[in-house]
């Protein structure tokens, strides 16, 4: 298996979810996609599911820089040094009070979530500059936009994944690289059943309760797909995103007091 002068791209968290559609997504046009995960039986699945030709199986830990060294270099050896988009896709969450949360959870999602994707950016640099037309994609979310309750972790490391982004979209402009920021809204995968600590309530069962819209793996694949080949650098995953980020910049105080209420705490 190699690119055999295909485009190709690397996709972290390709197991499941947002990364398995978006590697789907991109082999149907005709890209090498390197599927990077921790879970090495869900790559195998998922390499079943795309087909040994258009793809290659990399197990890799985003937070052991060793790792990506390997995985990259690898990587590199199948795709002839080409490397025209770099997906920083994996992401953990834990959801409950912050005080409820172990010191082992909170580290797990700054790991992953933020220092996962500064290791990506930095293992895949060299590649990147070495083709032309090259992308850096990283996988923020909605909240990086607003703090929401029972998600304070999850919600930092987005906010910092949106900001690093957009220095890096500075930075690496003068390598001839662009940077693209997605940012879903609630998506369908499994981080959507991240659990409550001491209670069986999940993000999902939230979500449900107060009727919050959930989109696919595939329009957020799609906003992916779009990203590489726009030009902007923030894409928003569904409309109730859009309209999050618009209430967020303009009411910003109405929505802190809808996530206070939501809770059953004080209105102001």
């Known amino acids: 298996m190699s690119a055999n002068d295909r485009k190709t791209i690397f996709i972290t968290g390709a197991a499941s979810g947002i990364g398995l559609a978006t590697a789907k997504r991109f082999a149907r046009e005709g890209w090498f996609t390197g599927l990077a995960d921790v879970d090495g039986p869900g790559l195998k699945r998922a390499a079943a599911e795309i087909g040994a030709t258009s793809c290659s199986q990399h197990v890799l830990d985003v937070r052991d820089r060793e790792a990506w060294k390997r995985e990259i270099a690898a990587f590199a050896s199948l795709s002839g040094g080409r490397l025209d988009a770099l997906v920083n896709n994996a992401g953990v969450a834990h959801y ?73 979209e500075a930075e690496f402009s003068r390598h001839g690289i662009a940077v693209r920021c997605i940012m879903p809204w609630f998506v369908d995968t499994p981080i959507l059943q991240a659990g409550s600590l001491g209670s069986n309530e999940k993000m999902a069962d939230r979500l449900r309760a107060g009727g919050a819209q959930v989109y696919t793996v595939e329009e957020a694949a799609d906003v992916i797909w779009k990203a590489i080949h726009g030009k902007d650098l923030n894409w928003i995953v569904g409309k109730a995103g859009r309209q999050l980020a618009f209430a967020a910049r303009f009411m910003p105080g109405s929505v802190r007091k809808r996530a206070r209420e939501g809770l059953g705490g004080p209105a102001s």
């Open 96 to 168: 409950g009070f912050f005080e409820d949360q172990s010191d082992e959870e909170i580290d797990r999602q700054f790991d992953i979530n933020l220092k996962g994707v500064a290791n990506g950016a930095r293992a895949g640099l060299d590649l990147l500059k070495a083709t032309r037309g090259s992308t850096l994609v990283n996988v923020a979310s909605c909240a990086g936009f607003v703090g929401a309750p029972k998600m304070a972790a999850y919600c930092a490391t987005k906010f910092a994944v949106k900001g690093l982004s957009e220095a890096l």
